[in-house]
């Protein structure tokens, strides 16, 4: 007897016990006795009496037409709304848009915008191992096959004395990623939209969902896109600084005019950050700097700051204090620096080779302050 009664208490605990589960959390508290309730008569006054007025205050409005009527009791959702993160430099939403969309300015030139984005979604694709249904490069439209997802959910059916009311519930969407660009290209919106769904659950299969649902779901795949093009776009920056910490080699050589300059063994992203800092180790003050044209205009201190002070001094000094311009360009996978005095006169070769040997040491040296 004393067996069966602990049997019994137990079973009452763990029923009525515990955290709140993730249905309590998304359904409405409190009492449903309002879906009982029946519309009352009008008031009615006899035909010999004046009828007296009502306030209109709190008359409830006509269901619109494109509300849900099944949406009531414990079918409302209350949870927050999905909001889209726009996590990438240069992102944002735009106000009151009820697609799951975010837009993208154009930030790195070292890429159009347009490809960085599909180039994006591809990579956040194959990481999650799902293949492309289908690419209309001409409508900037993508389709995916199913992204699957194994979950146990909260069986609504379950009875209160089951020891477990978790069922496995396997969940198939499929999404559209479309993208619109602005003629003049630095300006993209990527919108997703959910195209299929199936839930499975045990025998029972859902192939549709409310709008709300839908919502949730088309934002949450936008925002996992968002994240990966900033976990990306973290990634190539890490890339880039230890290239650009990393030594490059140099030669003489001549611009594609044919003008004697130093061409450095490195891509134009990595080396013009690197010229800032080699600059500053000889001595040059950068004054202004135009990166699109490649142009520095820098002056020469001479300054003595440890060893490196008389990288350009000595009984003959190479360069005289004052104002020299430097011009960098890209060529091919190589880049080409190009020294030149206040009057944009470039160096001859013998100029050049004076500074050469002092460029190319610091332009070598691993691990130079950033």
Not at 95 to 110: C, L, M, N, P
Not at 258 to 275: C, E, K, L, S
Not at 313 to 334: H, I, K, M, T
Request: hydrophobic content about 35%; glycine content about 4%.
């Amino acid at each position: 007897m004393n067996k069966s009664l602990a049997l019994v208490s137990s079973l009452v605990v763990m029923a009525v016990s515990g955290c709140s589960s993730q249905l309590d959390n998304q359904t409405a508290s409190g009492s449903y006795d309002y879906l009982d309730a029946e519309q009352s008569d009008t008031f009615r006054t006899p035909e010999e009496l004046d009828k007296p007025e009502f306030s209109r205050d709190y008359e409830l409005p006509e269901l619109s037409s494109e509300a849900n009527p099944n949406l009531v009791g414990k079918k409302i959702p209350v949870t927050s709304p999905a909001l889209v993160h726009p996590l990438v430099k240069g992102s944002h939403v735009e106000e009151g848009t009820r697609q799951a969309s975010v837009i993208f300015d154009q930030v790195d030139d070292s890429i159009p915008l347009e490809q960085a984005i599909w180039q994006t979604l591809r990579s956040f694709l194959e990481k999650h191992e799902v293949p492309v249904a289908s690419f209309d490069q001409q409508q900037n439209r993508l389709v995916t096959e199913y992204f699957v997802a194994s979950e146990e959910i909260e069986d609504e059916d379950s009875p209160w004395y089951a020891l477990s009311d978790d069922i496995n519930a396997d969940r198939k969407r499929k999404f559209a990623f479309t993208m619109q660009v602005k003629p003049h290209g630095r300006t993209a919106s990527l919108t997703a939209s959910l195209v299929d769904f199936k839930e499975e659950r045990g025998d029972e299969v859902k192939d549709a969902i409310n709008d709300y649902e839908q919502r949730r779901e088309e934002v949450a795949i936008l925002n996992q896109v968002i994240a990966h093009y900033e976990y990306q776009i973290q990634l190539d920056n890490t890339r880039r600084l230890a290239e650009i910490r990393q030594g490059l080699q140099t030669e003489l050589g001549t611009t594609a005019q044919d003008t004697p300059a130093i061409i450095v063994d490195g891509q134009y992203n990595v080396v013009w950050p690197r010229m800032l800092l080699v600059l500053r180790k000889l001595g040059f003050d950068v004054k202004d700097l135009d990166k699109s044209n490649g142009l520095l205009f820098v002056t020469y201190n001479g300054e003595d700051e440890g060893w490196w002070g008389n990288l350009f001094s000595g009984d003959d000094e190479l360069l005289e204090q004052g104002d020299y311009r430097l011009q960098v360009a890209p060529q091919n996978e190589r880049t080409t620096v190009l020294f030149m005095d206040d009057e944009s006169q470039p160096f001859d070769s013998q100029q050049l080779s004076e500074v050469y040997e002092s460029f190319s040491k610091v332009m070598s040296q691993d691990d130079l302050d950033i």
